[in-house]
């Protein structure tokens, strides 16, 4: 049985198999766009080794043979004390569950490795925060170090510039970590960069049964015997220099699905730093300003995804060294406002038939459509204001802690308000009504999260600081205890105390468009009926009568 397959265009295994992160490379690789070289361990594998506990027979034998063709293709070695072979290995499902799972970055910078990095850059500093990168994440996703012991780590000097005292201080990090690590006793970094593979595989596949894991697929309702796949490839590295970086970008606005590139770019850093939340980011306009010839690739990939795709796409990339790298795609998923937008721009496009901007568009999306705000509120009232990532009005008492959230959310409405949120937050997301970060973006965590889930959220409010341990939050000279009423709006990114007058949106041209379209199937008078009734209607005739199947 072949359990190991090359990301190239040839491949021909479907998504259950491949995962819809190594599919989507796939189509990557078959419009021409640049995409790191690697291989993807099939969905296959993971659900053979929940079963038996350990990686079925000969799979060691096929990813070794992986890892030499990767080699080949790269004039690379894994390990190597010259040229060598870094990778990332990435989790990918065939149902998207974003941040759920583990990924290790960075893999294969052994000592030796490290020092051949330097060598060949000639860039110490570089290869040092790569390899404080890798341990860090190793240590978390492998190990099972957890973050609050990881959190004393200074990764500072990695955003300095080149000097002897900063490699110092990254060095310094580096015995912190290692020290951190042998204080656990047990399980070490190895030395041996194939050992680091498999151990990274088992540690992705192992993922699959956290309890954020489960939590976020009992959510969604996505089958629990599904496993994921394991993306593995050449490492690119956005904190090469500050020619480098890494950025989240949709082809059309999330929010209101206008026709305009959305997204966030960070320069000299890597994709976690984006994603996580934990570090500032700057608009998806910013690499236009500083990178012209990167804004003009990524645009035209925009461009190619889409009419590929038919549908608003998310991407994920990295540029190094002025050389552009997409690293995943997916159609865009938009909800609400933005969903019937889309469908209906691409419809007047002809890129779709009206027929299917029908069945693009759920019910539910058009009772989120008539989106709540805030009213205007008096002086004073707003206690702090971020971005809006999730539109929408949530009132609820202050929780600073996933397990707060979920504690006072069985007494009422909860707003989670946090530093930053990751995957170990999931429960709380759950449980909370919205959500508040003092840090981040609207493609980190909390604002993916949320927008899957149908909560509103703010995020990056910069002057917004949170004391789990006290259970305060303080922003503007006042500090609320856990348990104060709030109110945000996840379109304005306001944050008030007490619960405000809230107003709702009038509806957009393209919701009474998509609505006479639907009129015009059921051939009925849409007086009686709300919205969601009307689209649903048209919805059972086209499946009724078969075109459903071919719009």
């Known amino acids: 049985m072949t359990w190991i397959h090359p990301l190239s265009p040839e491949v021909e295994e479907s998504v ?39 990686l079925p027979s000969g799979f060691g034998t096929q990813l070794a043979a992986a890892v030499a063709d990767l080699e080949a293709v790269t004039h690379r070695r894994l390990g190597g004390a010259e040229r060598p072979l870094v990778l990332s290995v990435r989790s990918g499902a065939s149902v998207s569950m974003p941040g759920m799972m583990s990924t290790v970055l960075n893999l294969g910078l052994t000592t030796g490795a490290t020092t051949a990095l330097a060598d060949e850059t000639g860039d110490l500093r570089f290869a040092l925060d790569s390899r404080l990168r890798f341990l860090t994440g190793f240590a978390s996703e492998v190990l099972g170090v957890g973050p609050a012991t990881l959190a004393g780590i200074d990764h500072a000097p990695a955003r300095q510039s080149t000097s002897t005292s900063t490699s110092s201080r990254l060095t310094q990090a580096i015995h912190d970590v290692e020290r951190l690590i042998a204080e656990r006793g047990g399980d070490t970094v190895s030395e041996d960069a194939a050992r680091q593979l498999e151990s990274a595989v088992t540690a992705v596949f192992s993922s699959w049964n956290t309890p954020r894991a489960k939590a976020y697929r009992e959510l969604h309702g996505i089958p629990h015997d599904l496993g994921t796949a394991v993306t ?72 190619r995804l889409e009419e590929h795709y038919r549908d608003a796409c998310y991407v994920e990339f990295t540029f190094e060294a002025g050389e552009l790298w997409v690293l995943q795609v997916r159609p865009g998923r938009f909800v609400g406002r933005a969903a019937v937008r889309v469908a209906v721009d691409l419809a007047d496009a002809g890129k779709i038939g009206r027929d299917e901007a029908l069945l693009r568009v759920s019910p539910h999306h058009l009772a989120q459509l008539r989106t709540p705000r805030i009213a205007a509120t008096g002086p004073g009232a707003v206690f702090t204001r971020g971005l809006g990532a999730s539109p929408g009005v949530a009132v609820g008492r202050v929780a600073t802690t996933a397990d707060s959230a979920v504690r006072l959310a069985a007494r009422g409405p909860v ?137």
Do not use: Y
């Not at 990557?28 to 993971?46: A, D, K």
């Not at 999931?426 to 508040?436: D, F, I």
């Open 16 to 54: 259950e198999v491949l995962g819809a992160k190594a599919h989507g490379l796939v189509v990557l690789r078959r419009l021409g766009l640049p995409v790191p070289p690697g291989f993807v361990i099939s969905t296959e594998v993971c659900r053979a080794f929940l079963r038996a506990g350990r």
């Open 232 to 303: 593995v490839q050449l490492m690119v590295f956005g904190n090469r220099d500050q020619h480098s970086g890494t950025g989240v970008a949709f082809s059309r606005d999330p929010s209101t699905g206008e026709h305009v590139p959305f997204g966030e770019v960070m320069f000299g850093r890597q994709g976690d730093d984006v994603v996580s939340g934990t570090s500032l980011t700057g608009p998806l306009s910013e690499l236009a300003d500083r990178e012209p010839a990167m804004w003009t690739r990524l645009l035209s990939a925009l461009t």
């Open 415 to 551: 707003v989670l308000i946090r530093p930053e949120t990751s995957p170990l937050d999931m429960h709380g997301l759950a449980a909370a009504s919205g959500v508040v970060t003092a840090r981040g973006g609207p493609a980190s965590h909390a604002a993916v999260v949320a927008r899957s889930l149908g909560k509103p959220a703010v995020v990056g409010a910069a002057g917004l600081t949170v004391d789990p341990v006290g259970g305060t939050v303080r922003a503007g000279g006042r500090t609320l205890p856990e348990g104060t009423l709030v109110a945000l709006d996840g379109t304005s990114g306001e944050v008030v105390v007490g619960e405000p007058r809230v107003t709702t949106s009038s509806a957009d041209p393209q919701l009474h468009r998509l609505l006479a379209w639907a009129d015009d199937i059921t051939a009925d008078e849409p007086t009686g009926r709300t919205e969601p009734e009307r689209l649903a209607a048209a919805q059972a005739v086209l499946r009724r009568t078969g075109r459903a199947a071919t719009g």
